[in-house]
Each structure stands twice: as C-alpha cells, then as structure tokens.
C-alpha cells in the first residue's frame, strides 16, 4: 500500500487510522512512524503498540531500528523538512511490527 508522493497531513491521517508511516528520503532505511494511543474502554479495540506506556495523551513515536525485529522505540518530533516532504508512504502493519508489541 505504498502511494508515492504523499504529504504529512497525508501521513497524519494513516497514523490516526492506525497504519505505521515512513519517509522515503530518510537516512536509515525501513525507519517507521506509528502512533501511541492511551487505552480507554472506549477504544480499547484499537490497536495499541506499547502496552505499557503510562502516557495519558496520543504520541508519534519512530521505531528507530528500521528492521522491525528489535523494540528501538523513542518518541518523535517532526522537523520542517519532515512537515514539508511529500515523499510519505505506509507500511504494512505485519513489517511495521517489532517483536513483543502488538
């Protein structure tokens, strides 16, 4: 499901839906996006990737290992290039992720 040329508010909208994001003119090769979400009985369905994370507000957090085998998860920030990039793509959530989450 990879649609080139797409822009962040592009790729803000797959987070929300829950789809792990990626830049194709990032350095580390496979790098991800995905967004934390706090469980609650009302979306408890939705797929949450840290079950352990006491945050009580949504966050973007990048998988920093970029295989998918390993949990280098740290809380992310864009930069203007990133907001300003229309090279975002998803990936699937199979690839997107590392092992003992989801």
């Known amino acids: 499901m990879n649609e080139p040329n797409q822009d962040f508010g592009w790729a803000l909208n797959q987070l929300r839906q829950g789809l792990a994001v990626q830049r194709k003119g990032w350095n580390g090769v496979g790098m991800w996006l995905h967004l934390q979400v706090p469980s609650t009985e009302k979306n408890?369905?939705?797929?949450?990737?840290?079950?352990?994370?006491?945050?009580?507000?949504?966050?973007?957090?990048?998988?920093?290992?970029?295989?998918?085998?390993?949990?280098?998860?740290?809380?992310?920030?864009?930069?203007?290039?990133?907001?300003?990039?229309?090279?975002?793509?998803?990936?699937?959530?199979?690839?997107?992720?590392?092992?003992?989450?989801?």
């Open 44 to 102: 408890r369905a939705r797929w949450h990737p840290d079950g352990s994370s006491r945050m009580g507000l949504p966050y973007i957090y990048i998988n920093v290992c970029g295989d998918g085998a390993s949990s280098e998860l740290v809380p992310w920030t864009a930069s203007q290039t990133d907001v300003l990039a229309t090279d975002w793509t998803t990936r699937s959530e199979k690839s997107a992720l590392p092992q003992g989450h989801g």
